[in-house]
């Protein structure tokens, strides 16, 4: 899996989520609550769970993504509900999107670290 690439993927999902926000858009929430539909929640449920069994490393990076869909899905409700104030709060830096983002993002670069030192 590129753990760079995904990490991407969901920083694009706060950027689409910040755009309809602004244009006053709804969003799917279902869709960008849907954690195991990406790649790399089919990597973490599938080939990753395989290669990493009982790997504290795999389990924080499971649940960190599991806590972004979370996060992002409740800005989409948000969103569609018209709770702008509290849908930019989330978004914004020490917001509750923004910290599963960047927690995220930490716990993908540990895992590529960690499998390309298995790999090597």
Do not use: Y
Request: charged share 25%; net charge neutral; aromatic share 4%.
């Amino acid at each position: 899996m590129d753990f760079q690439e995904q990490t991407h993927f969901h920083n694009r999902i706060c950027e689409e989520l910040d755009t309809a926000l602004a244009a006053g858009a709804t969003v799917d929430a279902a869709a960008v609550r849907a954690e195991r539909q990406c790649a790399a929640g089919q990597w973490l449920h599938g080939e990753g769970h395989r290669r990493m069994p009982g790997s504290h490393l795999h389990l924080h990076c499971l649940e960190a993504h599991r806590d972004f869909h979370r996060a992002a899905g409740q800005v989409a409700d948000m969103i569609n509900r018209g709770a702008t104030a509290d849908a930019r709060k989330s978004l914004r830096n020490g917001g509750t999107l923004a910290l599963a983002k960047t927690e995220l993002a930490s716990a993908l670069r540990k895992m590529r670290i960690a499998t390309e030192a298995t790999a090597g």
